[in-house]
């Protein structure tokens, strides 16, 4: 047992550092944890719950994780201390952006341009039940540009509900290969009981989809059951409100400045006219009864480059043990 405690504050000590020195779809954080190691949740956001329409304008992720996928050979690349337990799993993410306005097919410089990412990733969770931390790895492999079909999906969906047909999505970032690593450490600092907690938490994110750092803090409040404890269904209701804080220092951004290897696209957002620090605001509203997990989420994010905006959007979240 001493040894084990020894090789997992081994990793935390090497690693944390590391991470210290977003993405928009974050499935990992502590506060979306469910109480098991088999089960499947849908993830959509968009801008419509926040009455706008431009920037990150859409996304969903198909997510599933099974003690199954332990056999899948990427895990090889991921940290797994020794000290923990795991979570093995797959998703799938997309991704849209615009400009602010989608009425016009001229390119609309000083803008954000038009951007659609798809991409699959697989992941490791791992928690820490005796020093009450998880650290995450993912590797992201995928699409920007047209393959992603960002013009297709936004097009049909405003047809459907009767919107503006968008235009200008000829002017989109070009295709190119997305291939991202991302590490996430969370530690707990305090905890009341089952009411009331507060966790540290950091990212890395390394490649060509983003390369930033992010650090910040998280809270939750309400009847949950802690994400760092083994126990199983000590409350087999939960519901409680959680709030995380990030700031975000930008390396790169293949949604703003277009894919590594392709020069292409007809426009993109300057390196020098990036804001190279980020402040991000995520709540939320978390019930799970038994098998089933809902969430409604709001996130509020600051100027991504110099001529932007602040930008807002929503999401739910629908999960169910398998």
């Known amino acids: 047992m001493k040894k084990k405690i020894k090789n997992c504050w081994f990793a935390v000590l090497v690693i944390f550092p590391a991470i210290i ?62 000290c923990t337990e795991f979570k093995y799993g797959v998703s799938i993410e997309h991704m849209g952006f615009t400009p602010t306005s989608i009425s016009s097919d001229a390119i609309l410089y000083g803008d954000r341009p038009f951007a659609a990412a798809i991409m699959l990733k697989s ?5 820490d039940t005796l020093h009450h931390m998880r650290l995450s790895s993912a590797l992201s ?11 297709e999906m936004q097009t049909g969906i405003h047809k459907w509900v009767g919107d503006e047909v968008p235009h200008g999505w000829q002017h989109q970032i070009k295709n190119d290969l997305l291939l991202n690593y991302e590490l996430a450490h969370e530690k707990q600092l305090f905890q009341f009981q089952n009411f009331l907690a507060l966790n540290t938490n950091a990212k890395l994110r390394l490649g060509t989809v983003n390369t930033n750092a992010s650090a910040g803090l998280n809270a939750t409040l309400g009847k949950i059951n802690s994400p760092f404890s083994s126990v199983k269904n000590k409350n087999r209701f939960q519901i409680y409100g959680y709030f ?32 190279r620090m980020t402040l991000q605001n995520n709540f939320g509203l978390i019930m799970q009864y038994k098998g089933l997990y809902l969430e409604y989420s709001r996130t509020e994010i600051s100027k991504e480059f ?15 043990k398998l």
């Open 21 to 82: 020195v977003g993405q928009k779809i974050d499935n990992a954080s502590s506060f979306r944890d469910i109480k098991s190691a088999n089960y499947f949740r849908f993830h959509y956001d968009n801008d419509y719950f926040t009455a706008t329409d431009y920037y990150y304008t859409q996304g969903y992720n198909f997510e599933f994780t099974s003690p199954k996928l332990q056999k899948n050979p990427i895990n090889n690349l991921f940290l797994k201390p020794s």
């Open 123 to 127: 992941f490791l969770i791992s928690t």
């Open 141 to 151: 492999i995928g699409i920007i540009g047209p393959g992603a079909f960002g013009k």
């Open 244 to 275: 995380q804080s990030l700031v975000t220092v930008v390396g790169y951004d293949a949604s703003l400045q277009g894919g590594i290897f392709s020069r292409q696209s007809p426009y993109v957002i300057a390196s020098r006219d990036l804001n």
């Open 306 to 320: 110099k001529t932007g905006r602040l930008h807002k959007w929503g999401g739910i979240r629908i999960g169910v």
